[in-house]
Structures are given as C-alpha cells and as structure tokens.
C-alpha cells in the first residue's frame, strides 16, 4: 500500500511510457515487502537539470536514466561515481543527504549476467556496435581480466573512439573496426555481445552478423535486444551449438545493480524477469 511514508523512485527519458523498469522494480518491492514505489517521469529533451532539482525538491530517493539524458545529465549531478566517470555516462542516481550521485550500472548489468555462465578471466570478447550501451560494457570487461577485446561496429570511427578512450584511461589495448572483421575474429571468440538494436521489434528477421556460417559451438553469444527475447541471432546461435544469453539478462542485472544502490539489498533477479516475461509474452 502508498502511504505517505512510501519511498519514491523512478526512471526519466523520453520516450518512457513503454520502460519495462517500473514492472520488474514494483515486481521486487512488492516481492520483498520494501515501501518503494517506482514510476516513469516522462522528462523532455533539455530538461535534465529541472529534473535533478525536481528530485531534490520531490525528495525522490532514486531515479534511472534513460535516453535521451544519460550523457548530458553528468554536469547536474553532485557526485559521480568512478566508473561512471570513467564511461562518461549515468543511467542510475541515488540522492542521499541532500546531494545526488550518479552511477552507471549498464556494464556491471552485463558483466553479471556473463559471469552466470562462464568466467570471465582470458576470455576473447567481440562486442558489436559502438553506442552508449557498448561504451559501458566495454569499459567494464576493459577491467574484468578478460584476454582480449573488440569492438566492430558499422562506423569503424566510433569503434575506435572507445578504444582510444579505454586505452588513455585505463591503459588497456582495445582492437576497433568494421563489421568486416567479424569472419576473422570470431573463430578465436569465447564470447560475441551485440549491443547493436539489430533484431530488435519489428525487424525480428534481422541479425548483426551478414551470415549465420560463423557462429560455432564454442561461443556465449549475449543479445542487448530484449523484445523479442529470442532474436535471429539467438536463434541461430543455439543452433549452431553456442551458449545464448537473452537481453532480457541485461536488463534485470542493470536493474537489479540500480535495486541494490537505492535499497541496499540484493534484488530478487528470478521476480523481475518474470514479472517481465510476462508483459512483453
Ligand atoms: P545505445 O547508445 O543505446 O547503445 P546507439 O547509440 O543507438 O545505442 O548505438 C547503437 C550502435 O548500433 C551504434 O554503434 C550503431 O552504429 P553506428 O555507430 O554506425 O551508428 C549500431 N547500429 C545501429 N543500427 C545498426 C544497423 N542497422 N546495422 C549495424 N549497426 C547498427
């Protein structure tokens, strides 16, 4: 029940209204019996700081961060957190004492839902597409003792972006490239992420990859793409003998590392997949 102790949290973006966050985090207050309520603040474009004062002045113990605010929103916030820093990024933030800190759990979201299944320690990782959510998981495998990591993408430039970065920050050699590169690379590959919204609803016939032929038995291959939680690339992967990790994975852990900041308890990952199984089914 609401009552006028309950706790508010939230997420801000635009577009917002379709966030499948305030199912899988009310599934898990609910589960646990913690009086938070969590709700989706349609917040337009350019109005990142009115929302870091509204949370002051609203009192809202926590908000997720959603395009198109994730970047921009940096220079409002009081306190930013290491690996947010480091990713140039925030896609969750806590206000404590009056002040609000930032944090980006996109990496460590991903990174759990790897260590699930294997370990991540030598591993070779490709990761497809040079975006904000590959930016984050990059930076994050960057410092988890993997062997080595690649990130192809359709603009070798932006590829290349985030390996100059990781590499000035963190030291780390990072390979970048086109998607060309892919039939060379993946036959050393443990594991193959695409952070690409290639495959995603409606275009559920299309994959990242030009053919299926290279995919083989000793890859994890991890889809962002959540809806539908079975992609072309999943598919196919499970039929060419790989491990697949659905997006939906992603999207939990993500939350659950938001859950965990905001609440201080481990959040109850099985509940919130799901209660989001349920809806997008
Ligand atoms: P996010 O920030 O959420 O990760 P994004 O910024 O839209 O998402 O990034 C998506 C990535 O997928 C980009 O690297 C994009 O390639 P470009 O850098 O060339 O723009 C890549 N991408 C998007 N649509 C694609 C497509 N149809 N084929 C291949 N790559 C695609």
Redesign the pocket.
């Known amino acids: 029940m609401i009552t006028g102790k309950t706790n508010v949290v939230g997420v801000i973006g635009d577009p917002v209204e379709h966030s499948l966050s305030p199912i899988m985090h009310n599934a898990a207050f609910n589960h646990l019996k913690l009086d938070y309520v969590y709700v989706a603040f349609h917040v337009k474009k350019g109005m990142a700081k009115e929302a870091i004062e509204a949370m002051k002045t609203f009192n809202i113990k926590g908000l997720n961060v959603t ?1 198109p605010h994730k970047v921009r929103i940096l220079k409002y916030i009081d306190e930013i957190d290491e690996t947010a820093k480091l990713i140039g990024a925030v896609n969750t933030l806590k206000l404590e004492k009056g002040k609000v800190w930032g944090f980006n759990t996109d990496g460590i979201g991903c990174v759990r839902a790897l260590e699930e299944v294997t370990n991540l320690k030598g591993k070779n990782v490709i990761i ?7 930016r984050a998981i990059t930076f994050q495998l960057a410092s988890s003792n993997v062997g080595s990591l690649h990130i192809l ?3 070798p430039e ?1 590829a290349k972006k985030i390996a100059e970065d990781i590499k000035e920050k963190l030291g780390i050699k990072v390979f970048a490239g086109g ?1 060309e590169h892919l039939k060379e690379k993946i036959g050393d590959a443990d594991i193959l992420i695409n ?4 495959g995603m609803y409606p275009n559920i016939d ?1 994959r ?1 990859l030009a053919t299926a032929d290279i995919l083989h038995e000793n890859l994890i291959v991890k889809d962002l793409v959540y809806n539908p939680p079975q992609t072309r690339l999943l598919k196919e992967a499970e039929k060419a003998g790989a491990k697949t990790i659905s997006g939906i994975k992603m999207l939990v852990y993500q939350g659950a590392e938001s859950f965990k900041i905001w609440t201080g308890k481990e959040a109850p990952t099985s509940i919130m997949e799901k209660a989001i199984l349920k809806t997008i089914r």
Not at 128 to 134: D, H, K, N, Q, T
Not at 195 to 198: K, L, R, S
């Open positions: 395009i497809l597409g040079a975006g904000g959510a590959s993408n359709r603009t932006n998607l952070t690409t919204p290639v299309a990242p």
